[in-house]
């Protein structure tokens, strides 16, 4: 019974900077019909880079949603004609001025209220090419940290990003977990 939902009509409540509010009605199995407000977000990306000295290289930004500067991995979101990969080097490139082997970790879903899709990136191979090139809206400060006491600091959360799913998956593709 799980699987007849019937999807009747989708509208756009409200769209901006690629963020909104999408209404959908659906036929549910046993029947009924029901409106879900979803969340509508532009897929993004976040990468999980460790330098060859063996730090974690995150970005210290305001977060506007939560009205406080945070630590979070370099992240963006996939324009149109960008590819996941394409994104990802891009948005590593302009937030920390770093390049590197990226590989895809994980494909995620936040949550079941929301559509968007995010790619975990990571790189243990990466380096210094240029200095930060943020958006007109970004104020970043690359920062670094040992690998050994991230999970320590991901888990007394406090300045720490809410991408505690990217972090965990990242480390684990690369073994340090």
Known sequence: MVEKWEELSRKILFEEYGRGIVVIRYRLPDGREEDFYIKHERPFVRIIAITDDNKVIAVRKFEAGIGKVLVAP??????????????????????????GDLRLAAMTHSDGYTDVTGFVFVTDKCKKVAEPTATKTEFLEVVFFPVQGLRELIKKGGDFSSDTQAWYLGLDYLGLL
């Open 74 to 99: 370099p992240a963006g979101y996939i324009k149109a004609d960008e590819s996941p990969q394409q994104a990802a080097e891009r948005e590593f490139l302009e937030e920390t001025g770093y390049e």
